[in-house]
Structure formats: structure tokens, C-alpha cells
């Protein structure tokens, strides 16, 4: 489904990625872990299409398409979805009538009429549930005012609602107490399906007790310096990343 | 040659009376005002005045689907075409009639220009304790072309009664129109009114909008000013407060592209105590727009428990739009609350781009952000029909097709 080949990008002078390489099919979880600067949260937004990154050189390959050559609307038509560290506040718009918008843009993009009222407040309501989201909650302007908790639950419900192919998912459980880590990560569960991928960007293992990772990345100054499988999550809870970067900076040097 | 001798040599064809004269020779001698009065310093006249205008109104017959064009299909309608009144609708408790004379303030040279020349307009009385249900749509239509009109209205309204009105001057067709508006609202004790402003004319329009409210006790007036049109729009909107407990509310939305220019001049006058006044002006300005905001508030001495808010907030959509933006506060008494807020910026990048990852277009993202932006304002209008129409000419003037309703 996604296949990063060497990417390198950075914000104006400062390389931030120095050769990255990823493969994801659908169907698989992969975690993306390391210490803070890493570049865990650029990778996202570079997937995601932010402009403020320089992309220097390498592919992104999303199904045949090379993503890099797309806006970040035309990615999210593709099926791409970040849920954002900072979700952003948008007053003036509540939230249902920003995933309707959502949702009918995609639509559109793909040739397809609006999807009709009674159809939308079905889904409204069925992700609602999953994610035990009140109905007071539609009314409200997008994250205004919410509770990190629920900034992040919205950014869940959003992708219940728009049903994305592959899900980056960035540092969905800081700010979440225990109880929302669980409904986020049981949302995120029911959503997994053979069809579709999710990138679970984490500083700490707590999120991979719940989403259940198949590989586990460790990503160090710009790169990858380790996978394995969910078995290496548990190991850098225990062994933290030290002995990992000690290991990459020596082979640098 | 320009407005001032075509205004002259109308005077002249004309009967005046000795005070109305008088009135006028003052007009000539200050003339139309210069960027050097300082209430007048952003805004130039001197491209307006310098046109040729005729000011014998034609008055063509106007289709019935013209009229139905332009209005929101109230129920009550009250129609001028060239200045001629050709409809007047019959509501229980309310008198409406054609021009008539009033006493009113000539503090400045346009209004001196109003108060000599101007002989077309309506009269309006609400009496007491009557509540009019469906609000009163009036129509300023024009087939003349280059006109430059004048017109004097007054509205009167009695003790405990309600009342709203929806206001839209237009253009026929697409020459060069000027217009010097005057209205005068009365507000008597205990009343409640609302006065939209639909300001979306042709593309060569100008206007000059006076807006003189008189407030008595225990009452609240509100003005809603939506300025999508014209080339050339000035608003003064005056408030004077007369007695305790009034509330004056005033909610504009400016959205201008090309080299259109907007100027909303208000006034707060605060002569009595425990009385209130808010402000929300915001503008989106995109090409080589220009907009200026100039909100003077006034506490007199003894009015005291005064709770004045203002604010300006302006959305610059490009690199050769502008907005000037001036506070103006005099307070003379100690125990009040008065506050005023401006903003300048540009839509936020992160936004925009949080709003792409969920697959909205550029431009559709940036029409939701300014939507969002000049929606507080809107959402104060209590007119259903006018908020919608204000929402669709905000979809239409940033060029995109949103639903915004849910």
C-alpha cells in the first residue's frame, strides 16, 4: 500500500528525514518509535502533504501513486488520514457540519453525489457510538474549547466518519486519560480491517497495549535504526532508547 | 464640470424654501468632503464627484421580475423606483407614507446636501404597543443612468413596540449611480428594532449611508450592515443614547474584492447611564480592496454603569488589499466598562492545512475559514432570510459552492 524509498526533507536549512524507508501493506500495523526530535511528527506531516516541509529527495508510493506529486486534499481523496498531534481549533464551523464537508468533498472528488442526509446522520450516529461521543458534541465548533481528550477523540470520529485506507495516527494518546486511551484505541481496533493500514506514531509503548503493533520501528536522527516486531515495544519500555542510539551513533561516527 | 455643477444647475430649476437655501449655501461653501477632515482622511472623494451625473430621475416602469430579483419576498414591501414611490404595504398600527420634512442634525456637508436638495423618501410611524410580525423589506430600485439621488426617510417608533426592517438600494442597470441616503430612527421607550442593510449593488455604485438613531429609555436598536457590492460605500451610523437601560447593537460584515472600498464611520453618543452599546465589524478584503473602520465611542459625564464593546477584526486575503482601523474613545464618567478589540491578519496556514488533510479543496478551505471568520457577526442577524443571503454572497463572492447548513 505505502512505500517510502529514501525520503529526505527538512524545514528550510535544517534536514529533518535523512533517508527513510517503509513498507506497509494493507492490513498491517506499524508503530513508529523514538525520543522526541527524532522526526516522528515530520514524517507525518510530510505523508500528510504539509507544505512548510522541503521534500530534497526520495518516493512516496501510496497504491501506484507517487504522493509527493499530490496536494494534501488530493492524498486525503486517495485515503490518507492524519489524526494530528495539535488538532486545530476552527470556530464558526460545528463539527458535523465540517465532516459533512469532509465527506462530500471526497465524494465529489471521486464523481459521486452528496451522501444523503439520512445515510449521513446514520454513520453520524453508529461512530458516535463506537467512540461514546454525546450528541450536544455534533453542535459544538470544531475543537473549540475542547479538552485534549476530546480533541483527540474527534480527530478518531473523523476518521470513523471518513473511513480512510491507511491512518497515521500521531501521538493519538498524549493528553488521553486511561479511560479515553481505551475507547480510542477500541475505536481504532474496530476500524482495522484487511483492506486498510495505520501508522501509530508513539513516544511510549502505553498506546501499543492497546492497539496491538505487527512491526515496531525505532526512528533515530532521521532515520531508522531498528524494527521489529511488537516484542521491541515492550524492550524499549524496559531498556529505554539509549542503548539503540548509543549503537547508531557509533556506526555513524 | 463634476457632481457640484450638476447639483447647481439643478438648484436652480427647483423651489426651495428661504431655510432650505440658506441650508444649501453652506453646502457650497464646504463643499464635498477632503481626505484633509478628519473624518475623512482615508476615504477620497474626489473620483466620485468628479463624475457627470443626472439628477431628474427618469422613472422607467420596472418589470415585476426585476422587482422580484432583487427582494427577499417579504410579505411587506415597500418599493421606490427612481425615487418614485410605487408600492406602500398595509400593516395594522403602521403608517408609512411617501417624504416629508423633519428636523434633523446637518453636522456635515452631505447631510447639509440631504437636508436642502433632497425631496424623495420614506416616513414611517409604528405606533405603541404594536408588534409587527413580518419585518418591513424597502427597495431603493434605480433605471437612470449616472443618477445621483438623494433620499430622506424616517422611522418613528412608539412606546413597547417592535419592529425590523430589511433595506436594499439597487442599480438597474450598470452605470456609475451615487447616492446620498439619509435615515432617521426614533426610538421611543420600551421598543425593540432591527435595520438590515443589504449593500450588494452594481459594480460602479457608490453610497453615502447616514444612519441617525435617537434612543429613549429602556430600548434596543439594532443595525446590521452587510456590504458585498458597490464600488465606493460609506456608512455613518450615529447612535445617541437618551435615556437609562438602552442597548444600541451593531453587527457589519465587509467582504470586497476588485478596487471596491468600504468605510463604516459609527457613534456611539452615551448621554445616559445603565445603558449598553456593542460593536462587531469584520471584513474580508481580497484584490486591491480597501476598508476603513472608525469607531468613535462617547461617555458623557454623567453617564455612569456604561458597558461599551467594540471590536474590528479584519481578514487581508491578499497583497494589495488594505484596512485602516481607528478606536476612538472619550470618556468622561469613571464607572464604566468600555473595551475595543481590532485584529489584521491572514487565514491560519495550520488551519488551512488541517482542513486539506480532510480532503477540502484550497479554496473551499479558505471560503470555510473566512465563512467561520465573518459568521460571528452574521449569526447576530435575527432575520432568517438575511443571514441566509448574506451566507450564500459570501460562498458567491469567494467563488465556491458550499452548503453551509446543517
Given amino acids: 500500500m505505502l512505500k517510502i524509498n529514501n525520503l529526505k526533507a527538512g524545514i528550510e536549512d535544517n534536514q529533518i528525514l535523512k533517508g527513510i524507508n517503509l513498507e ?31 521534500v530534497e529527495g526520495g518516493e512516496i508510493d501510496f497504491e501506484g501513486a507517487d504522493l509527493l506529486d499530490l496536494t494534501p486534499e488530493e492524498r486525503a481523496h486517495k485515503g490518507v488520514f492524519l489524526s494530528f498531534q495539535y488538532p486545530v481549533e476552527i470556530p464558526g464551523i460545528s463539527v458535523s457540519n465540517f465532516i459533512k464537508t469532509s465527506i462530500n468533498e471526497r465524494r465529489k472528488a471521486a464523481d459521486l453525489d452528496p451522501m444523503p442526509a439520512k445515510e449521513l446522520l446514520k454513520k453520524l450516529r453508529d461512530k458516535m457510538e463506537l467512540l461514546s461521543i454525546d450528541k450536544g458534541y455534533l453542535s459544538r465548533n470544531m475543537n473549540e474549547g475542547f479538552s485534549g481528550g476530546e480533541k483527540k477523540r474527534n480527530e478518531i470520529f473523523q476518521m470513523a466518519m471518513l473511513e480512510p485506507k491507511l491512518s497515521i495516527l500521531d501521538e493519538t494518546d498524549s493528553g488521553l486519560d486511561i479511560d479515553a486511551l481505551r475507547i480510542v484505541a477500541n475505536g481504532v481496533n474496530k476500524l482495522r480491517s484487511k483492506d486498510n493500514a495505520t501508522i501509530v506514531i508513539t513516544h511510549y509503548q502505553r498506546l501499543l497495549d492497546y ?43 | 464640470m463634476g457632481l457640484i455643477n450638476n447639483i447647481k444647475s439643478y438648484s436652480e430649476g427647483i423651489q426651495i424654501s428661504a431655510e432650505k437655501k440658506e441650508i444649501f449655501s453652506s453646502f457650497l461653501t464646504n463643499g464635498f468632503p477632503t481626505t484633509k477632515d478628519e473624518e475623512w482622511k482615508y476615504t477620497s472623494l474626489k473620483k466620485v464627484i468628479a463624475n457627470e451625473y443626472s439628477i431628474e430621475n427618469k422613472g422607467e416602469v420596472i418589470d415585476l421580475s ?11 414591501r415597500i418599493i421606490f423606483s427612481d425615487g418614485k414611490l410605487i408600492n406602500t404595504p398595509t400593516i395594522k398600527g403602521v403608517s408609512i407614507t411617501g417624504f416629508s420634512e423633519f428636523e434633523s442634525k446637518t453636522t456635515d456637508s452631505i447631510l447639509q446636501l440631504n437636508k436642502a436638495l433632497s425631496q424623495n423618501g420614506f416616513t414611517i410611524s409604528v405606533d405603541k404597543n404594536t408588534v409587527v410580525e413580518n419585518p418591513i423589506e424597502i427597495l431603493f430600485l434605480s433605471t437612470t443612468e449616472n443618477s445621483f439621488s438623494q433620499y430622506r426617510n424616517q422611522i418613528s417608533i412608539g412606546e413597547n413596540s417592535e419592529v425590523k426592517f430589511v433595506e436594499r438600494i439597487q442599480n438597474i442597470n450598470n452605470s456609475a449611480s451615487f447616492v446620498n441616503h439619509f435615515t432617521q430612527i426614533n426610538c421611543d421607550k420600551n421598543t425593540k428594532s432591527e435595520y438590515n442593510k443589504i449593500q450588494n449593488n452594481t459594480a460602479k455604485s457608490q453610497l453615502i449611508d447616514t444612519v441617525n438613531v435617537y434612543q429613549e429609555q429602556d430600548s434596543t436598536c439594532n443595525i446590521n450592515t452587510l456590504i458585498f457590492g458597490g464600488s465606493f460605500t460609506r456608512n455613518n451610523l450615529n447612535f445617541e443614547q437618551n435615556g437609562s437601560n438602552c442597548e444600541s ?55 455612569q454603569k456604561i458597558d461599551a464593546f467594540q471590536s474590528n477584526n479584519n481578514l487581508l ?45 484550497i479554496e473551499e478551505a479558505k471560503a470555510v475559514l473566512t465563512y467561520a471568520f465573518a459568521s460571528e457577526a452574521i449569526e447576530n442577524i ?22 453551509f447548513s446543517l
Fill in chain 2, 66 to 76: 426585476v422587482i422580484e430579483k432583487y427582494s427577499l419576498e417579504f410579505e411587506n
Fill in chain 2, 249 to 303: 447593537n451593531m453587527n457589519g460584515v465587509s467582504v470586497l474584492n476588485d478596487n471596491q472600498l468600504a468605510d463604516n464611520h459609527t457613534f456611539v453618543d452615551h448621554k445616559s447611564a445603565h445603558c449598553r452599546s456593542n460593536e462587531m465589524y469584520k471584513g474580508v478584503y481580497l484584490g486591491h480592496s480597501k476598508g476603513i473602520f472608525n469607531g468613535k465611542i462617547m461617555v458623557r459625564p454623567d453617564a
Fill in chain 1, 211 to 253: 492497539i496491538i503493533p505487527d512491526f515496531v520501528h525505532v526512528l533515530y536522527k532521521g532515520r531508522i535504526v531498528k524494527s521489529g516486531g511488537k516484542e521491541l515495544a515492550l524492550e524499549l519500555e524496559e531498556k529505554g532508547y539509549d542503548w539503540i542510539t548509543k549503537e547508531a551513533d557509533k556506526k555513524w561516527a
Fill in chain 1, 24 to 54: 506497509i501493506k494493507a492490513g498491517e500495523v506499524h508503530a513508529i518509535m523514538g525520543p522526541n526530535g527524532s522526526g516522528k511528527s515530520t514524517l507525518a506531516s510530510v505523508i500528510a502533504g504539509k507544505e512548510e516541509y522541503d
Fill in chain 2, 317 to 361: 486575503l491578499s497583497n494589495t488589499s488594505s484596512i485602516d482601523s481607528k478606536p476612538q474613545l472619550e470618556i468622561y464618567a469613571d464607572d464604566v466598562k468600555c473595551s475595543h478589540g481590532c485584529t489584521i491578519g491572514q487565514l491560519d496556514d495550520d488551519a488551512l492545512f488541517y482542513m486539506r488533510s480532510r480532503g477540502i479543496g
Fill in chain 2, 382 to 403: 435575527s432575520v432568517e432570510q438575511v443571514k441566509t443571503l448574506a451566507k450564500n454572497l459570501l460562498a458567491q463572492k469567494l467563488n465556491v459552492d458550499l452548503d
